[in-house]
Nanobody, 123 residues
Framework: QVELVESGGGTVQAGASLRLSCAAS????????IGWFRQAPGKERELVAV????????YYGDSVIGRLDIARDNAKSTASMRLDLTTPSDTAVYYC????????????????WGPGTRVTVSS
């Protein structure tokens, strides 16, 4: 059974850094690209970033370019993201998801999803 679990959510002050982790089990982790998505209240799910299975390809969404760093550790089946200079507009539920597509940017191309972790950025 494949499982993805996000951790690290909570409340952060605007301007602080946000660190999230994604732990995976039940899949050959290195064969899957990991995407980070977020969904703010009343808004559609937004792609934040993608990292390929070999970490050679990284994509960052326009709203986080220059503020976000993503990484993965295939030996530990984990992925992580660090978002700097947070603002209240970064408030959302953040999800990690896995796909066999190397460059997937659309949510419907992802095979497995975590339950999400809520992040609130206070001003």
């Amino acid at each position: 059974q494949v499982e993805l679990v996000e951790s690290g959510g909570g409340t952060v002050q605007a301007g602080a850094s946000l660190r999230l982790s994604c732990a995976a089990s039940g899949l050959l982790f290195s064969s899957f690209a990991i995407g980070w998505f977020r969904q703010a209240p009343g808004k559609e799910r937004e792609l934040v970033a993608v990292i390929s299975g070999d970490s050679l390809y990284k994509y960052y969404g326009d709203s986080v370019i220059g503020r976000l760093d993503i990484a993965r550790d295939n030996a530990k089946s984990t992925a992580s993201m660090r978002l700097d200079l947070t603002t209240p507009s970064d408030t959302a539920v953040y999800y990690c998801a896995a796909t066999t597509s190397r460059y997937a940017r659309k949510p419907d191309l992802y095979d497995f999803w975590g339950p999400g972790t809520r992040v609130t950025v206070s001003s």
